[in-house]
Protein backbone atom coordinates (compact mmCIF):
# COMPACT_ATOMS: atom_id res chain seq x y z
CA UNK A 1 0.00 0.00 0.00
CA UNK A 2 1.06 3.24 -1.14
CA UNK A 3 0.66 6.33 1.34
CA UNK A 4 0.74 9.81 0.31
CA UNK A 5 0.77 13.20 1.53
CA UNK A 6 0.46 16.31 -0.28
CA UNK A 7 1.95 19.96 1.19
CA UNK A 8 2.53 23.66 -0.07
CA UNK A 9 -1.34 24.90 -0.97
CA UNK A 10 -2.41 27.80 0.34
CA UNK A 11 -3.35 31.33 -0.60
CA UNK A 12 -2.06 33.18 -3.40
CA UNK A 13 -2.97 36.07 -5.88
CA UNK A 14 -3.66 35.41 -9.43
CA UNK A 15 -0.17 35.52 -11.38
CA UNK A 16 1.51 33.64 -8.71
CA UNK A 17 3.31 30.57 -8.25
CA UNK A 18 2.72 27.58 -5.73
CA UNK A 19 5.20 23.74 -5.70
CA UNK A 20 2.61 21.15 -4.10
CA UNK A 21 5.03 18.53 -2.72
CA UNK A 22 4.01 15.22 -2.08
CA UNK A 23 5.99 12.33 -0.01
CA UNK A 24 4.49 8.65 -1.08
CA UNK A 25 5.86 5.68 0.84
CA UNK A 26 7.93 3.23 -1.07
CA UNK A 27 8.15 5.21 -4.36
CA UNK A 28 10.96 3.56 -5.76
CA UNK A 29 10.28 -0.02 -5.30
CA UNK A 30 6.23 0.49 -6.26
CA UNK A 31 7.37 1.22 -9.71
CA UNK A 32 4.11 3.33 -10.22
CA UNK A 33 3.20 6.20 -12.02
CA UNK A 34 2.10 9.45 -9.88
CA UNK A 35 -0.67 11.95 -10.68
CA UNK A 36 -2.08 15.33 -9.32
CA UNK A 37 -5.97 15.91 -9.70
CA UNK A 38 -7.74 18.18 -8.44
CA UNK A 39 -11.16 18.92 -7.02
CA UNK A 40 -13.19 22.56 -7.11
CA UNK A 41 -16.46 23.05 -5.10
CA UNK A 42 -19.70 21.75 -6.81
CA UNK A 43 -17.17 19.86 -9.54
CA UNK A 44 -15.93 16.75 -10.38
CA UNK A 45 -12.59 15.80 -9.78
CA UNK A 46 -10.68 16.62 -12.70
CA UNK A 47 -7.11 14.85 -13.72
CA UNK A 48 -4.47 18.06 -13.71
CA UNK A 49 -0.97 15.91 -14.11
CA UNK A 50 0.84 12.28 -14.70
CA UNK A 51 4.28 11.24 -14.99
CA UNK A 52 5.64 7.86 -15.27
CA UNK A 53 7.70 6.04 -13.15
CA UNK A 54 10.98 6.73 -14.80
CA UNK A 55 9.96 10.34 -15.23
CA UNK A 56 10.83 10.31 -18.88
CA UNK A 57 6.64 10.50 -19.69
CA UNK A 58 4.53 13.20 -18.47
CA UNK A 59 1.21 14.26 -19.50
CA UNK A 60 -0.91 17.63 -18.57
CA UNK A 61 -4.84 18.43 -18.81
CA UNK A 62 -5.55 21.39 -21.76
CA UNK A 63 -6.17 23.72 -18.57
CA UNK A 64 -2.91 23.95 -17.42
CA UNK A 65 -0.34 23.00 -20.01
CA UNK A 66 2.55 25.67 -20.15
CA UNK A 67 1.65 27.00 -16.79
CA UNK A 68 2.24 23.55 -14.73
CA UNK A 69 5.14 21.46 -14.57
CA UNK A 70 5.32 18.00 -12.56
CA UNK A 71 8.08 16.13 -11.56
CA UNK A 72 9.55 13.33 -9.41
CA UNK A 73 12.36 12.16 -7.13
CA UNK A 74 12.22 8.60 -6.61
CA UNK A 75 15.35 8.65 -4.37
CA UNK A 76 13.47 11.06 -1.86
CA UNK A 77 10.05 9.55 -2.70
CA UNK A 78 8.42 12.50 -3.57
CA UNK A 79 6.68 14.07 -6.98
CA UNK A 80 6.08 17.96 -6.89
CA UNK A 81 3.62 19.91 -8.88
CA UNK A 82 5.07 23.38 -10.31
CA UNK A 83 2.08 26.31 -10.81
CA UNK A 84 2.78 29.32 -12.08
CA UNK A 85 0.97 31.89 -13.57
CA UNK A 86 -2.00 30.84 -11.15
CA UNK A 87 -5.57 31.77 -12.23
CA UNK A 88 -8.66 31.94 -10.15
CA UNK A 89 -10.20 28.62 -12.18
CA UNK A 90 -7.48 27.15 -10.36
CA UNK A 91 -8.81 27.17 -6.81
CA UNK A 92 -9.57 23.77 -6.00
CA UNK A 93 -8.19 20.82 -3.51
CA UNK A 94 -5.49 19.17 -5.12
CA UNK A 95 -4.89 15.45 -4.27
CA UNK A 96 -1.40 13.48 -5.22
CA UNK A 97 -2.31 9.90 -6.72
CA UNK A 98 -0.36 6.78 -7.03
CA UNK A 99 -1.12 4.96 -10.20
CA UNK A 100 -1.94 1.00 -11.00
CA UNK A 101 1.02 0.75 -13.43
CA UNK A 102 4.28 2.17 -14.82
CA UNK A 103 2.69 4.67 -17.12
CA UNK A 104 0.43 7.82 -16.65
CA UNK A 105 -2.79 8.03 -17.28
CA UNK A 106 -5.54 10.83 -17.55
CA UNK A 107 -8.38 8.59 -15.68
CA UNK A 108 -8.87 8.41 -12.61
CA UNK A 109 -9.97 4.59 -12.33
CA UNK A 110 -6.11 4.14 -13.34
CA UNK A 111 -5.00 5.52 -9.47
CA UNK A 112 -5.18 3.37 -6.73
CA UNK A 113 -3.86 5.26 -3.64
CA UNK A 114 -4.65 9.27 -3.18
CA UNK A 115 -3.38 11.68 -0.69
CA UNK A 116 -5.76 13.85 1.61
CA UNK A 117 -5.72 16.74 -0.52
CA UNK A 118 -4.16 20.40 -0.24
CA UNK A 119 -5.81 23.39 -0.80
CA UNK A 120 -4.79 25.93 -3.25
CA UNK A 121 -6.67 29.43 -3.39
CA UNK A 122 -6.24 31.40 -6.13
CA UNK A 123 -7.61 35.39 -5.89
CA UNK A 124 -8.13 37.79 -8.76
Known amino acids: QVQMVESGGGSVQAGASLRLSCVASELTDSMRAMGWFRQAPGKSREFISGISWSGASTLYADSVKGRFTISRDNGKNMVYLQMNSLKPEDTAVYYC?????????????????WGQGTQVTVSS
Open 97 to 113: AAARGASPTSRDVGYDF
